[in-house]
């Protein structure tokens, strides 16, 4: 993978003459994971190596909407100023679906002094891996990316249903780990992989997952920022290849009533910077204190930080009981009833999984809230419950049951604000405020069928 290693502009403008790029599409992620930015032409790329937004571009809601008053503009200047935007050349790709030679290039983005805007999504996964590098440790992540195909919908009042397949049947049933099933979307996969393969990221294994028309992508695993980037990309390329098969690829943790939800696990694990050992080790195979500790971290921490990783009112309806998503924060080895679990490994890739995030989740802010709530349970030394070795169904919820909730619990948990930053904890807390209100102005079909005549 040698095109990763690009670390300045002139790297960066190799790899576009080398490809005879002519235009530039230059990205930054939002809060909600929407790639903002401008499409620039080569030329115009290469003059201004970089670009300027508004800074409030990256700090708005999945409605487009903005407060209109309180904290949030404490942090974003209400005459809305710009932010400048400097290319990261690790993260140039393709774009393969492109008429015309086309790259795509993730940007940074600062103030006007020069310092990165803390709101920014990949500027607090950086600030979060950097509180690792401070202690000589490294973070090693691969997530598991569940995602529902529909058919074309184009009318948000109609309920979604499974595409139609090469046999030019819906699927009607479940269908786990069915390799018929996958094949039914060939042409899309080949596609897909096909997509993936030119810009570089690196895809492991495709399943076909519980629901109707779910499926789930592995990622190989690496460094946290690297890898949300792909996830980044990822989302944008299956959503493009499935338009141009007559469908829609949605990441929404509960698309379709009656079907299991849509999640993001996380396996994470971290490694000595001196020695390149697991951490989670100890030299005589067993497990360590640090493992003991993080999982501790885990379980004190996500429930205060689950607006991040449950960030709609759609997040809550996955997290239900007996319906393959977590409702606590037990742990267990080898156990996908609880919240975090331990895969068998050896102990060399001993690590744990964090099976509470949504897909529908900005993978940044997904990393950082994961990886902080561990480094929390490392610097205070945190205890983890004992193991749940039997079915955390039957264990009471312990997670927030509402975004209202989430929120409420979020801006209670100060050691996150440190460490995540007072200021995006502000900015998010707030847009996500405006979201709710804007969902509770609509009337759902549920309280026209069961309170029109009832009460």
């Avoid at 409605?63 to 100023?81: A, L, S």
């Avoid at 940007?107 to 979060?128: E, I, Q, W």
Wanted: charged share 25%; aromatic share 10%; with cysteine.
């Amino acid at each position: 993978m040698a095109d990763r290693k690009l670390v300045n502009f002139n790297d960066l403008e190799q790899w576009l003459n080398e490809r005879n790029v002519t235009e530039v599409e230059c990205l930054a992620p939002d809060l909600t994971g929407v790639a903002r930015g401008k499409i620039l032409p080569r030329e115009k790329f290469t003059e201004d190596r970089g670009m300027r937004l508004p800074e409030a571009i990256v700090a708005m809601g999945v409605t487009g909407e903005f407060p209109e008053h309180g904290p949030y503009y404490d942090v974003i200047n209400p005459t809305d100023r710009d932010m400048h935007l400097r290319p990261d050349p690790s993260t140039v790709r393709i774009v393969p679906w492109a008429a015309d030679p086309t790259a795509q290039v993730i940007h940074d983005c600062f103030d006007r002094d020069g310092k990165m805007v803390s709101f920014a999504p990949r500027s607090v996964l950086r600030r979060v891996c950097d509180l690792y590098e401070a202690e000589g440790l490294v973070p090693v992540v691969a997530p598991e990316l569940e995602f529902y195909l529909v058919a074309r919908n184009t009318d948000p009042n109609t309920l979604l249903r499974p595409p139609i397949g090469r046999s030019g049947r819906a699927e009607t049933s479940r269908q786990a780990y069915s390799i018929d099933a996958v094949n039914e979307f060939d042409p899309l996969f080949e596609e897909i992989y096909d997509y993936c393969h030119k810009m570089e990221l690196n895809v492991d294994t495709l399943i076909h997952e519980v629901g109707a028309g779910q499926m789930e992508i592995n990622f190989f695993h690496d460094h946290p920022l690297g890898l949300a980037d792909e996830v980044f990309f990822f989302k944008r390329t299956v959503r493009e290849a499935a338009m141009r098969h007559d469908m829609y690829a949605t990441f929404m943790a509960k698309p379709i009533a009656g079907e299991p939800g849509s999640a993001m696990h996380v396996h994470q694990s971290l490694v000595r910077k001196s020695d390149g050992k697991n951490v989670f080790s100890n030299p005589d195979g067993t497990p360590s204190d640090a493992f003991y500790h993080y999982i501790g971290g885990l379980q004190r921490y996500i429930p205060a930080a689950m607006a991040l990783v449950a960030p709609y009112v759609n997040s809550y309806r996955r997290l239900t009981r007996h319906t393959a998503a977590p409702i606590n924060i037990e742990w267990g080895y080898d156990n996908r009833t609880v919240g975090i679990r331990s895969p068998i490994s050896t102990p060399e890739a001993r690590r744990i999984e964090n099976r509470v995030i949504g897909a529908d989740a900005n993978p940044y802010v997904a990393l950082a809230m994961t990886l902080a709530c561990g480094y929390l349970g490392l610097k205070n030394k945190l205890k983890p419950k004992p193991e749940m070795k039997g079915d955390a169904y039957l264990s009471p919820y312990n997670l927030p049951r509402s975004l209202g909730e989430a929120l409420d619990w979020l801006r209670r948990e100060p050691d996150l604000h440190e460490v995540l930053g007072k200021d995006f904890i502000s900015v998010y807390t707030e847009i996500k405020e405006v979201e709710f209100e804007e969902f509770m102005k609509v009337i759902s079909p549920w309280e026209r069928e069961h309170l029109l005549l009832h009460v």
